[in-house]
Every structure is written in C-alpha cells, then in structure tokens.
T-cell receptor, first 110, second 112 residues
Framework: GQQVMQIPQYQHVQEGEDFTTYCNSS?????IQWYKQRPGGHPVFLIQ?????EVKKQKRLTFQFGEAKKNSSLHITATQTTDVGTYFC??????????FGTGTRLKVLA | DVKVTQSSRYLVKRTGEKVFLECVQD?????MFWYRQDPGLGLRLIYF???????EKGDIPEGYSVSREKKERFSLILESASTNQTSMYLC???????????FGPGTRLLVL
C-alpha cells in the first residue's frame, strides 16, 4: 500500500539555525498537506501543495513539492522557539484518504 | 472558525469495557475522520465517514466501530477495550475530498 516516509524523526537546532524536514511517498500524489502539532496540542493545517514543482512561502517557512509529485520538503529559516513542535506531511492520491508521515519533532534551543 | 470538539481530553478505562469517544464539528463538513496517534507511528486512520450513516474502514479498523447518525457528530466505539488501544485519539473533519482537515483537541485514552 501507499507509504509516506518522513525524515528526520527528531531534530534539535540552536535558535537562529535553519531546519528542513523531508517527505517521500511510494506513489505519485495528487496533493500534499503540511501540519504542525505543538507539544500537547493537535495538528493544525499549514499549507497544501498541488502542482508539480510548486514552491510556497509563509514568512520563514518554505514548502516545496517535487517535480514527480512524490516528495516534498518544509524548510524553516532562522528558527525561533515558537517553531517547536512536530511537523507532519500528509499525502493523498486523489481520494479522501490522506497518509500521514511519521512526523519530525523539532526542538529549538535558546 | 471551524471548531471540532471531542467529548473528553483524558479517559481511563479497564480492559473489556465498552468505550465511546464523541466528536462534534460545527461547520457542516461532509467528511469526518478518526485517527490514532502513537509515538514513532504518526497518525493512522481508523475510520472515515463521508455522509450520515456512511462509513469506510481506514488502515487499522480492527477492534473499533463508528457511528454517524447526524452530520455533525461522529462517534468511535471500542467494543471491548484492550491495553493495546491505549493511545491518543484524534477526530478531524473536512469540507470535502482533498480539503483541509481540522482536528479536535484529542482524547488520551489509557486502558488498564
């Protein structure tokens, strides 16, 4: 069945350093979503990517969707303590069903 | 603002008990989901509903059932709770296929 792998599982960075998490699907996706879950909280939608090669920015966050629509990345520039949390990608092949990656837990050291 | 609420934040049950987890959304969303979240495994889909009284199995439906009698409410039922069902349970809703999923606060269930 469809699988979505996400790496790394954990990342500790010093405040001000950059951070990237990668998502790889075993099958071609129709779109991919990214969510953030703060410690003790629930996943909150960040963005959706639909087009091949699409790049979207939200302030210090840059999201990319691969040309083959099988991978995606989230890059945070100059991390802040407010970026702490777990970042999940979720991909779909066009149905209601999203397959979530295992998440990357980000810790930012002040 | 979409609001998804879950009946309990924390729940402690004994092995063999029947457990009901309730989820309510206030945005007239068609789709509702139940996931469980476990460390290192991410979110796994248990069941999905795309309309009242309609349901589809997700990736891990064994040991669970669901009920959707009204559009806004989606219930997850553990017929006979077992210790391996100790987990965080997250409900979500979306307007339609491929749309943003809005999550509830989650229910942390401990089965003793």
């Amino acid at each position: 069945g469809q699988q979505v792998m996400q790496i790394p599982q954990y990342q500790h960075v010093q405040e001000g350093e950059d951070f990237t998490t990668y998502c790889n699907s075993s099958t071609t996706l129709s779109n991919i979503q990214w969510y953030k879950q703060r410690p003790g909280g629930h996943p909150v939608f960040l963005i959706q990517l639909v087009k091949s090669g699409e790049v979207k920015k939200q302030k210090r966050l840059t999201f990319q969707f691969g040309e083959a629509k099988k991978n995606s990345s989230l890059h945070i520039t100059a991390t802040q303590t407010t970026d702490v949390g777990t970042y999940f990608c979720a991909g779909t092949s066009g149905t209601y069903k999203y397959i979530f990656g295992t998440g990357t837990r980000l810790k930012v050291l002040a | 603002d979409v609001k998804v609420t879950q009946s309990s934040r924390y729940l402690v049950k004994r092995t063999g008990e029947k457990v009901f987890l309730e989820c309510v959304q206030d945005m007239d969303h068609e789709n509702m989901f139940w996931y469980r979240q476990d460390p290192g495994l991410g979110l796994r889909l248990i069941y999905f509903s795309y309309d009242v009284k309609m349901k589809e199995k997700g990736d891990i439906p064994e040991g669970y059932s669901v009920s959707r009698e009204k559009k806004e409410r989606f219930s997850l039922i553990l017929e006979s709770a077992s210790t391996n069902q100790t987990s965080m349970y997250l409900c979500a809703s979306s307007r339609g296929d491929g749309q943003t999923q809005y999550f509830g606060p989650g229910t942390r269930l401990l089965v003793l």
